[in-house]
């Protein structure tokens, strides 16, 4: 399985990891969520290996989401030695998240 | 999944879903409620060939009628983003997505411009969605700027989250619970440093951990990015055709004049072409044209 469903400690050890990688907060009830979650499995199939691709549901897990200031979903993070190098708040077209990945290999 | 998605309920999208239902296309029309489409503001409309003196009202509910009857089904709400993913599109309405194999963009002119501070603080304390965004902020204060038909049931939804809402608009609607306060402004600005932090309203500062602005319909450019642009208007060919593949547009969002019978006609071109660019039509039904 490719695409990670991060908790609160998931998450943390991912990043923390210092490893490439890119996060979805999302939730069930938001449709443009659910419209970019097959941009975002795709993803999680085509850098395998390359970057560790996961979602936070913040619904589960609201504590996280208010730490890391999320405000509007989908937003999607990216961390690099684990700092966030880049977030993208809103639907995006799939080169929007690759050119970052891309960028931080 | 539909043949074709038309996002707007006004002339141009309805008369596209008319000339496509003709064609026997499977059609969903994506649109807020009859009132917020400016056409049925217009006490009386003289100039539309053939039915003088109607209000627009009765203009637009024969319209709807006419779009129903021959089986446009109709999704209300309003379309937040919409992307194009192997060979078919995606629409977010609320926590719905809607699915289709070509698109057809009706979506009336943006009523004004953006307010001060809202492409500044989009997705960090401006948001569209209230369905998406709202369980983030139970608890604290928001203001909802409501601008369209729905935004009071919206404003209700965020109240029953655990929400602090607080409304703003020109006259408070009936639909608003009693229990939310209501504040009376035209003149808005959205103010904060990395974050919204307050809507300056008519020059009196509202504390707010998120605006919501919630306008019948959003900016095509803002709903699907990539679509090319002259001026404030959608860029179209002859064919009613957008840059991107199997997406066309009609209507006001397309440019001057804005007419009822100039959104009728491209409406009925959109609809034409986007059947020619689904390929070949199904065997056709009988007495629907």
């Known amino acids: 399985m490719a695409l990670y469903h991060f908790n609160q400690e998931g998450f943390e050890k991912a990043v923390n990891s ?3 990688v890119m996060v979805d907060f999302w939730a069930t009830w938001c449709g443009p969520c659910r419209m970019i979650a097959p941009v975002v499995e795709e993803l999680a199939r085509q850098y395998e290996g390359k970057a560790i691709v996961g979602k936070v549901d913040t619904d589960q897990e609201p504590a996280l989401s208010m730490q890391l200031g999320i405000s509007s979903i989908p937003t999607i993070l990216f961390y690099k030695d684990g700092k966030e190098i880049d977030r993208k708040v809103g639907v995006m077209p799939a080169q929007a998240y690759t050119a970052v990945l891309d960028a931080n290999l | 999944m539909y043949d074709i998605i038309v996002i707007g309920g006004g002339p141009a999208g309805l008369s596209a879903a008319v000339q496509a239902r003709s064609r026997n296309r499977s059609v969903l029309i994506i649109s807020g409620q009859e009132r917020d489409v400016p056409l049925s503001q217009a006490g009386r409309v003289n100039n539309y060939l053939g039915m003088p003196g109607l209000s627009g009202r009765e203009l ?28 078919r599109f995606l629409v977010a309405v609320g926590s719905e997505v809607a699915e289709g194999r070509a698109l057809i963009l009706a979506t009336g002119v943006a009523h004004g411009p953006k307010y001060p501070g809202e492409s500044e603080f989009l997705g960090r304390g401006v948001s569209y969605c209230a369905t998406c965004d709202g369980m983030l902020y139970r608890g604290k204060p928001v203001v909802v700027v409501g601008a369209s038909a729905q935004a009071p049931e919206e404003a ?18 009936e639909a608003l619970q009693p229990s939310i ?20 309203a008519d020059g ?3 504390p707010c951990a998120c605006v919501f602005l919630l306008r019948p319909s959003m900016a095509p450019a803002d709903l699907m990015p990539g679509l090319a642009l002259s001026g404030p208007y959608l860029q179209v060919d002859r064919d009613m055709a957008t ?11 397309t440019g001057l004049p804005l007419q009822i019978s100039k959104a009728v006609g491209e409406g009925l071109i959109a609809g034409h072409r986007a059947c020619d660019y689904l390929g070949n039509p199904p065997p056709p039904a009988s007495n629907i044209c």
């Open chain 2, 60 to 87: 637009i509910a024969r319209f709807s009628t006419h779009a129903a009857q021959l089986g446009a089904e109709r999704m209300e709400g309003r379309a937040l983003s919409a992307m194009a993913t192997s060979g």
């Open chain 2, 181 to 200: 306060d209501f504040v009376s402004a035209v003149r808005l600005e959205i103010v904060g440093d990395q974050q919204a932090a307050a809507l300056r």
């Open chain 2, 204 to 206: 009196r500062e509202i």
């Open chain 2, 243 to 253: 840059n991107l593949p199997g997406v066309f547009a009609a209507g006001d969002c």
């Open chain 2, 156 to 173: 209700n939804f965020l109240q029953e989250l655990g929400c602090q809402v607080t409304y703003v608009s020109r006259t408070r609607p």
């Open chain 1, 18 to 20: 210092g490893d490439l």
